[in-house]
């Protein structure tokens, strides 16, 4: 094993445990900012998701082996492992056969194992949970067997990626062309049109190998020479939609709608950032900086849900959160406490008030889109509830 590897040595002790004990549960890795889950049963592998790319990466691995299905949402969490859920779904319902199934995992599962290898400082944390009382399908999971190969060619791969000089790039960056490089776009042949349409910063690394049906490394190598030219840079690419959240944003485009979520909050700047954070997501954000001068706005507006300050200097947060609670209109509005402190005593007053949740501030995008989800989604049903993965994005 070539321990000298960043976390392979903790990757590799980590996942030998769990199979040697048939265990059942979640690894939990973070590192370099980023977070990977593991979901094991009996030692096998069910799934995995985490890094920057999950939506990217599931569409990776449907347009490779099965683009023409088309996913039904209906029914389906939007948290938790959502594509194990329209997985095991489309299995039983014949849509997919189990060659497709176990392709998609296993092409997930790859470029995951490679993200997770890429940190110097990785932390893990296994989380136990007990074996679902309904036997899951066992075509559905990796054997131990197929785990370690997957296990064993992101290491190869890795292997390789240093060895060729490109460990300061990060294959969910996205390639593009600097200013000065029209000269050297232009002296392309006109078979590369392709190419340098791709290198326009909107595709990641492994979108552009799939694509040009090349082999990750050596396609890196070769963009390799553009950078040290100074013709091309790499920027980080944010994840796309997922498949809730991309049906939101079709429902708002047809019915001219936008779900309003309402930021109470003294501070402009934490209304800004709530903006920045939702509206690419098809919401509508209602920033009330003076909640009792503007109470009928919050009323005309009746939001779907509340980002709630806990700290104001004419009401206090939960003060405020316990009248609305009496009020008709808000009553079951999902309201969330936005603090800068974590007191007992607060969080204790708060819920008392009728508070759904608390997050921290400044506000974390991530954290914010997964509390929307989590109260909106699952209450909102979708005017449109299927799509093909080339609805979304072109991969």
């Not at 131990?144 to 460990?167: P, R, V």
């Not at 050596?218 to 690419?237: C, K, N």
């Not at 759904?356 to 449109?384: D, G, Q």
Request: net charge positive; proline share 6%; hydrophobic share 40%.
């Amino acid at each position: 094993m070539v321990s000298h590897l960043p976390g392979i040595a903790t990757l590799a002790r980590s996942f030998s445990e769990i199979q040697q004990h048939e265990k059942t549960g979640k690894l939990l890795l973070n590192g370099r900012g980023e977070r990977w889950q593991y979901y094991f049963i009996d030692g096998q592998l069910l799934y995995t998701i985490g890094g920057r790319h999950r939506v990217r990466r599931w569409n990776r691995a449907l347009a490779k082996h099965c683009p023409h299905w088309r996913l039904d949402l209906r029914s389906i969490s939007p948290t938790g492992l959502w594509e194990y859920q329209l997985l095991h779904r489309a299995l039983r319902r014949e849509e997919l056969n189990l060659a497709q199934v176990r392709g998609i995992v296993a092409s997930v599962t790859r470029e995951v194992l490679f993200s997770s290898l890429d940190s110097s400082e990785l932390s893990v944390r296994w989380i136990p949970v007990s074996r679902p009382e309904t036997p899951l399908p066992l075509g559905l999971r990796l054997t131990t067997s197929e785990f370690d190969a997957l296990f064993k060619d992101a290491i190869n791969l890795w292997q390789q990626w240093q060895g060729m000089g490109l460990s300061y790039i990060n294959p969910d960056d996205a390639p593009r062309w600097q200013a000065q490089a029209q000269k050297v776009q232009a002296q392309l042949s006109q078979s590369s049109l392709s190419v340098r349409q791709l290198l326009g910063g909107q595709y990641s690394l492994w979108d552009i190998a799939q694509k040009r049906k090349r082999s990750l490394a050596y396609l890196t190598r070769t963009l390799h020479h553009f950078v040290e030219a100074g013709t091309l840079e790499f920027r980080a690419l944010p994840d796309l939609p997922s498949p809730f959240e991309q049906m939101q944003l079709v429902e708002a485009a047809v019915t001219g709608e936008r779900s309003a979520i309402a930021c109470i909050d003294d501070s402009p700047i934490v209304g800004e950032r709530l903006k920045q954070i939702l509206e690419p997501a098809g919401y509508r954000v209602l920033n009330i900086q003076h909640p009792l001068q503007e109470m009928a706005t919050l009323l005309s507006e009746q939001p779907e849900l509340i980002f709630l300050d806990l700290t104001m200097p004419v009401i206090h947060g939960c003060d405020l959160c316990a009248f609305l609670r009496k009020t008709s209109v808000f009553q079951a509005t999902p309201i969330v406490i936005l603090t800068s402190s974590d007191g007992a005593l607060d969080r204790v007053r708060a819920n008392l008030s009728g508070a759904s949740e608390f997050l921290s501030k400044p506000p974390n995008p991530k954290a914010v889109l997964e509390v929307v989800r989590k109260h909106l989604t699952r209450s909102r049903p979708f005017a449109m509830t299927s799509y093909h993965a080339s609805d979304l994005v072109d991969v």
